[in-house]
């Protein structure tokens, strides 16, 4: 077997490399070159970069897509091109808006891996011939007894797995993730041993389609007079003030508000049929559980029977330590989660993700909670979100989660 687990020599595998132009894609293209593989690179073309040409640290457009190229040339592999601007708004930017004016808080990198990368690349990379796609994400695949595992990567600064939870057995069976057992640091280190071009190339920081973070400027521009004004509304009732639009808010958010004095108040749910923000104690945010939608199981060997509560630790977070819970499959392709003690700021449109251990047993996207009700004690200690606005942390791509092609 050779290093990506096929019984030929390297020379007669064909590996597409996906290349946003990144260090770790780039890295991930020459180790692979470096041992002998047939190595094709490929980049998506995802959006008109417009105004953010020349911007460092946005993948799939403008300087990025360059970037890609010169690495390829550099080492010595064909590179390629594809234009998936259409498919990429239709799948993911359109996804992203209807959920942030639906009340939602949307992680449109893990529905660009789910569609645009791991479906569309992955059936160009079978058409051109390829054994295996290969990618720049800090995740492992390791086999077990029944098949291709998808487990943590071993650098937990720069696990990636929460964003790779909707990845399917099938196409895990195709995807190969040569960085998964290194550090990040290691990654740099082996760019400037190589001379890639892009050995100190900064990690992005946003997601690839939102300059600086600013959500409702995005919506605004592409769908003019969709943020509809309404009321800020407390949960006993009483009417506090007015907003400009319920994008500009996330489930547990404390400051920008916009409404002075009284006692601190949180945003507690969006109401985006009536475009109200329905703010509220902190206690008013605790929750003891989550129901799942379109729930993608990757831990085919074990017992999850419908109805049957397995132990497992999960995450709603990228950015959040694993906290024990049970999971209960409750019906075709949903899901519901219950915690051992009230969690805080969960918001419908997130990704939930399984773990046990190190390994994903899958994961699906939140559309409910299930209030908690609180002891004294309990709310007088819990915590919650501080997120200034919708998308903060989660929404807000890194190199380290929002890149596919990283």
């Given at each position: 077997?050779?290093?990506l ?18 260090v ?14 047939d190595?094709?690179?490929m ?5 008109d ?8 640290g ?36 359109d ?38 796609l ?46 998964g ?9 082996i ?23 600013k ?9 003019p ?8 509304v407390?949960v006993d ?9 319920i ?81 209960k499959i ?63 942390g ?13």
């Amino acid at each position: 077997m050779n290093s990506l687990g096929f019984d030929k020599p390297p020379a007669q595998t064909r590996v597409v490399v996906a290349m946003s132009g990144g260090v770790d894609s780039s890295v991930t293209a020459a180790l692979l070159k470096s041992q002998g593989y047939d190595v094709l690179g490929m980049t998506l073309q995802l959006y008109d970069d417009g105004a953010m040409r020349g911007r460092i640290g946005a993948c799939c457009a403008g300087q990025d897509i360059h970037d890609a190229r010169r690495v390829a040339d550099q080492i010595g592999v064909p590179h390629y091109v594809l234009d998936f601007e259409n498919r990429f708004r239709e799948t993911v930017i359109d996804d992203f808006i209807d959920s942030y004016l639906a009340g939602e808080t949307p992680i449109p990198c893990v529905r660009c891996n789910q569609t645009v990368k791991f479906r569309d690349l992955l059936t160009r990379a079978r058409d051109l011939g390829a054994d295996a796609l290969a990618t720049g994400h800090y995740v492992q695949r390791i086999m077990g007894k029944n098949g291709a595992e998808l487990h943590r990567g071993v650098d937990p600064k720069r696990d990636q797995s929460y964003f790779l939870f909707a990845t399917t057995a099938e196409q895990l069976d195709f995807l190969r993730f040569p960085l998964g057992d290194i550090a990040k640091d290691e990654t740099r280190r082996i760019a400037e041993q190589l001379g890639l071009t892009v050995a100190m190339k900064p990690d992005s920081q946003d997601i690839c389609f939102v300059p600086d973070g600013k959500y409702a400027a995005v919506i605004e521009k592409l769908r003019p007079g969709a943020a509809t004004p309404g009321d800020i509304v407390h949960v006993d009732g009483r009417k506090l003030g007015r907003h400009d639009g319920i994008v500009n808010f996330t489930i547990g958010q404390r400051r920008g508000i916009g409404i002075g004095g009284g006692d601190p108040v949180f945003v507690v749910r969006l109401d985006a049929d009536s475009a109200t923000v329905i703010v509220g104690p902190r206690e008013a945010l605790a929750i003891s559980g989550i129901s799942i939608r379109d729930l993608n199981w990757l831990g085919g060997d074990l017992d999850a029977g419908e109805g049957e509560a397995v132990p497992i630790s999960v995450q709603y977070r990228s950015t959040q330590v694993a906290i024990a819970g049970w999971l209960k499959i409750d019906g075709e392709r949903k899901a519901r989660i219950e915690f051992g003690a009230p969690e805080y700021g969960v918001s419908p449109g997130q990704a939930c993700v399984f773990y046990q251990g190190n390994r994903v047993l899958g994961g699906g996207w939140i559309n409910g909670t299930d209030p908690a009700h609180l002891s004294t004690t309990e709310s007088a200690t819990g915590t919650s979100s501080d997120a200034g606005a919708r998308g903060e942390g989660d929404a807000a791509g890194s190199d380290k989660h929002s890149t596919a092609l990283a």
